[in-house]
């Protein structure tokens, strides 16, 4: 079984390809390396001792990404290819949906022409309205603060409608909630260009010393201590769940949203402790404004991963830290 992965040089697409490459699928990596670096495909293939297609392409550019399905017999596709920095979607915002929403486009042309009925989609919690509710359910109303947002909830139309039209498809639009961690070897993870998003790769880099200080958004909120709260989940769980929903892809027609998050929340000062605790590093901190959109706390509900998918988190948030810590540790320079 062939399974194509668009951005798989990616974070979250390398970790998948480990653990694809691990249970014998075949793989074929289609990514432009607009953010990763081509290393990575030698990472994979040393952790997995096992070798792949890859493909240079914008996904976003027709013509060039048919080569991949004229020469690839694809069974399924798992489509990561995507810009993903919240900030910087809201300065750019047509980069963001230029590239975002034509990749998903191109991709689902493609698939209708060339028969392949199967896609595993990487959306994101961020389609949520989370000023609703702090446990996440599918059914929570969906809206957005920022165009990352858009560009994936309009994906997800995009895939619904696609599935509508054509009764043979079957997708799995996957909402992730904060995936943090790193392969156990330390060899592959996460990786932003300059100063990073999230808050694991900040972290880190204090703890190695690129950057001075944390900066944490608020203190204010309504939580156990002041600050945001968020679900974590280990990348190595959240690859397996996409081997879940190739599974599910098998057995299912049309087009189904589902949460990959643990269910639990843990605040920015909690996870601060954790990696301090797992480091062995001091992370020194300061509080600064709200940041725009941000609210006190939110999960994922876990229900509808576990009946429909069978699939669970297994890591807690020690092991994510250390794991973390681990890739940060073994690559001070990245890449
Ligand atoms: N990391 C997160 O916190 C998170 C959370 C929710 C959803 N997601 C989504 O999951 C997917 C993967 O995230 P990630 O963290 O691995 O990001 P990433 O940036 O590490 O990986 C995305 C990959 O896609 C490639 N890419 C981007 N545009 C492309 C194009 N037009 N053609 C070919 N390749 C292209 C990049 O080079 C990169 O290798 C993204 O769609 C992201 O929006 C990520």
């Not at 919690?125 to 996440?136: K, P």
């Not at 098998?250 to 639990?264: C, Q, R, S, V």
């Amino acid at each position: 079984m062939k399974i194509l992965l668009t951005g798989g040089a990616g974070y979250i697409g390398s970790h998948t390809a480990v653990e694809l490459l691990n249970k014998g699928y075949e793989i074929v990596i289609a990514d432009n390396f607009s953010n990763s670096d081509p290393k990575v495909l030698d990472r994979i293939k040393q952790i997995t001792n096992k070798t792949f297609v890859h493909y240079e392409v914008d996904v976003s550019d027709y013509n060039a990404f048919e080569k991949v399905f004229i020469k690839e017999k694809i069974d399924t596709v798992i489509h990561f290819a995507g810009y993903k920095a919240v900030g910087e979607s809201v300065k750019l915002p047509m980069m963001y949906y230029e590239n975002n929403l034509m990749a998903t486009i191109t991709l689902i042309n493609l698939m209708n022409k060339y028969g392949v009925e199967n896609c595993i989609f990487s959306s994101s919690a961020a389609v949520y309205d989370s000023s609703v509710a702090r446990l996440l359910t599918e059914e929570t109303p969906l809206s957005c603060t920022n165009t990352y947002g858009y560009t994936k909830l309009m994906s997800e139309q995009i895939f619904k409608d696609a599935a509508r039209a054509n009764p043979r498809l079957s997708i799995v639009l996957l909402r992730y909630f904060n995936p943090i961690g790193s392969h156990e070897s330390g060899m592959i993870g996460d990786n932003p260009n300059g100063i990073p998003n999230n808050l694991l790769p900040f972290i880190t880099r204090v703890a190695i010393g690129k950057l001075e200080r944390l900066s944490v958004f608020g203190n204010d909120y309504d939580t156990r201590d002041g600050t945001g709260v968020r679900d974590y989940i280990h990348v190595v769980d959240l690859a397996l769940g996409h081997i879940a929903a190739i599974d599910y892809c098998k057995e299912h027609k049309g087009a189904i949203a589902i949460n990959l998050g643990t269910g639990k929340g843990y605040s920015v000062l909690e996870i601060v402790h954790a990696f301090e605790k797992a480091s062995g590093r001091k992370i020194p901190y300061v509080f600064t404004a709200r940041r725009e959109g941000d609210v006190d706390e939110y999960y994922a509900s876990t229900t509808l991963a576990k009946q429909v998918l069978g699939w669970e988190a297994k890591f807690g948030i020690e092991q994510m830290c250390a794991s973390a810590w681990n890739w940060q540790k073994q690559n001070p320079d990245g890449y």
